[in-house]
């Protein structure tokens, strides 16, 4: 008899109605708000967790998902003053979109927009003479690129040390080459020695890096043999990612 007499009042209480208005809505946002986040999961698992993890945590450092993913392109760049330049962006294995085209834009300058081409978009870029903000977008995923300007390195110093043969009985000698030609005894070993005008971080000596060290801005071959008339070739890029834009070449005479 009490179980039926408390049924039968819990049968004339509305319940949803006895809860309080504001609570009774706020769960109900709540209930629609997990079942949209689970349904996320499921369907797109990456931009599903990301949108729980940054719900629950809304003030965490958690990246927005993108469904574009790609290799995110770096913060600061550094370009030839007065030159175009190409910014390549490519897209990872995990997107979940690729989209048709790009679009780029240096400051207030025109948009360049490009196709995507095996999943890489290389936008043509034109000449920059003053810092700017470089906008990259592609699809949902958006970057802002800071743009520096920086003349190329170039070699302010050349020098050729030079170890004569031993039977001239003469010491050995350093000589500027920076006119890119050398008569030299044959017979002899030469090494160059050259220095750039900001430091650097990699160079090439007759195409090899093995043969040359790179020292804050200095530059140091190893020795050649001088049998016959050669020609070497000297490449460098510096800190910044720029190079020369022609490689230096040194005639040699014997």
Do not use: M
């Amino acid at each position: 008899q009490p179980l039926q007499q408390v049924a039968d009042e819990a049968h004339r209480v509305d319940f949803p109605k006895s809860l309080p208005r504001r609570s009774y809505r706020i769960w109900r946002v709540v209930a629609g708000l997990v079942a949209l986040a689970s349904l996320a999961v499921l369907l797109v698992p990456g931009a599903g967790l990301n949108a729980l993890q940054r719900w629950i945590v809304p003030w965490s450092s958690q990246a927005r998902y993108t469904f574009v993913q790609w290799v995110k392109p770096p913060a600061r760049q550094v370009v030839a003053i007065g030159e175009p330049f190409v910014l390549t962006v490519r897209l990872k294995n995990s997107t979940v979109w690729a989209p048709p085209t790009g679009r780029a834009r240096c400051g207030t300058q025109s948009t360049v927009r490009v196709a995507n081409t095996n999943r890489e978009y290389s936008f043509p870029l034109p000449p920059q003479t003053e810092p700017t903000q470089l906008g990259v977008s592609i699809g949902d995923a958006r970057a802002t690129i800071k743009i520096e300007t920086l003349s190329r390195p170039e070699l302010k110093s050349l020098l050729d040390h030079i170890q004569l043969p031993d039977y001239l009985g003469y010491d050995n000698q350093r000589r500027d080459v920076r006119s890119g030609a050398i008569s030299i005894v044959k017979g002899s070993r030469a090494s160059f020695e050259a220095t750039a005008s900001r430091p650097l971080a990699t160079a090439t000596f007759d195409g090899e890096s093995d043969d040359i060290r790179v020292q804050h801005d200095r530059l140091i071959s190893t020795p050649v043999n001088v049998s016959e008339a050669a020609v070497h070739r000297f490449r460098w890029t510096d800190v910044e990612g720029l190079s020369a834009k022609q490689q230096f070449q040194v005639r040699v005479r014997p």
